[in-house]
């Protein structure tokens, strides 16, 4: 079912949807895979992202609001000048990626 919807709905998202970082969007959200994404400068709330692969995604700026990221793997990523308010982000993976405040994260860096 998952991959019937995926190809059914991929020529349609890059068809009508022609800006990068909305089709990228709504690839993460249909298949929660979005490896060296740019989805900088973009709002999540209420959003379900738990288990997502995100490894390298730049979300530098984002706004995260009520979000899921629990057992997220989010190495690399960026989220210099993130906003973060009641994000879930246990057992998360961050090793080595850029935080708010520009610095690295060892958190998840011992995980295989």
Same mark, same amino acid.
């Given at each position: 079912m998952k991959i019937r919807n995926i190809l059914v709905m991929t020529p349609i998202v890059f068809f009508f949807l022609p800006n990068g =970082?909305? &089709?990228e969007r709504v690839a993460l959200h249909l298949t929660k895979r979005c490896t060296n994404c740019l989805l900088s400068w973009q709002e999540f709330v209420r959003t379900d992202l738990s288990g997502a692969d995100l490894r390298n995604t730049n979300f530098k700026g984002s706004r995260f609001v009520n979000v899921d990221l629990s057992e997220a793997d989010l190495?690399? &990523?960026?989220?210099?000048d993130a906003y973060f308010e009641a994000v879930n982000m246990k057992d998360a993976n961050l090793c080595g990626a850029f935080m708010v405040d520009g610095q690295k994260s060892p958190i998840g860096c011992?995980? =295989?």
């Open positions: =970082k909305m &089709a190495r690399g &990523a960026n989220f210099e011992w995980k =295989k």
